[in-house]
């Protein structure tokens, strides 16, 4: 960061805040009641050079922990329009046999803002670093409704591990209005769920209801995303 840590709240404050509604030129407020310690990330990605920090400290000034306060009324800046997408990235493995580093060189040379990675069974049905980046992914989109959001994975069966799983997380990425990336495979490109990507994803939707449908498609389905993902 090429902010001091007192030019960075300066540029936070200078907006609303999306979390909490604190207002411009106020620190970010608890539910409680007090100040935070810092600053909410839809808040600080706001401000550009902030954008691939992961946390804003608010100063010791501001008091935090202590009860809110307002403070000095501002005008409120416009969030900045950009054609520069942010690019949220998540690498995954089944077990810690399989290499990750392929995955993460990948993401790194498509400029992905911020990387998650896990390696984790498919027995374990929660994700907990995929569901840190789809969060984070969503927050920017809430932040800047203006700058594209991608999320960005090496290949599909890195995103799901079943059938089940990958409809319900098409329907998170097209509910977010945040695109999905595929960096190879037969389906590489960026694919916009409200835009010319939407076909992909209702033929994707289609196609995974129709497997759920059929009897056995599940269980083939998923056998076939396994087994993809132990090589």
Sequence with gaps: MDLTPDQAALAVERHDCPNCDAPAGSACRTRGGKTAAKYHTPRFVLVPALREELEIHVPADRG????WK??????????PRTERPVRIGYARTSTARQELASQLEALHRAECHKVFKEQISTRVKVRRELEKALA?????KEAAPETP????VHELKRLAR???ELMTLSAELQAGDIQL???TGPLTGIYDPNG???????VLASHLRLNVAVARGPVLCDRALQMADEH
């Design 136 to 140: 984070l992914a969503r927050q920017f």
């Design 64 to 67: 935090p922990g202590r009860a």
């Design 196 to 202: 010319m990507g939407a076909m992909f994803f209702a």
């Design 149 to 152: 959001v991608i999320f960005t």
């Design 181 to 183: 990336e595929l960096l």
């Design 70 to 79: 307002r403070g000095p009324a501002l005008a409120i800046v416009p969030a």
């Design 162 to 164: 079943n059938a089940a």
